[in-house]
């Protein structure tokens, strides 16, 4: 049965962030497009390379908080998620995000061309 395009949005973020978590530069080569614009909280933007050599330095685990909002557009060729995250750094530091981010589909597969987030205020 074919998954709902919502949920394979999700299991491509959920890729996303598995790669992240473990450093594993071809996982985040594949769910990556080439066109990639990744913005962090700091204004600073990365092209895939850049954003690939960064996550797999840092092995941040990205948790995803409740209230994700998945949108798929044109006919299931592109989606827009909305939500909050926890980005944990391994030394134990936690930085709470508001994110966007916009998938494109290639064939079957969603890849992640652009990214923004924004640090959220401490509670």
Known sequence: MKAAPEQSVLAALARFNAAA????????DAVLHPDLMYAHSNAKV???AECIAALVRSNIDFQMRDGLAVHVYNEDASA?????TDAHNPGGVIVPLHFMMM????GDTWLLVGRHTAKLPAA
């Open 46 to 48: 990365e092209t895939k």
């Open 103 to 106: 998938w494109v589909k290639q």
């Open 80 to 84: 827009m998620l909305h939500g909050k």
């Open 21 to 28: 978590k473990i450093g594993d530069a071809a996982g985040l």
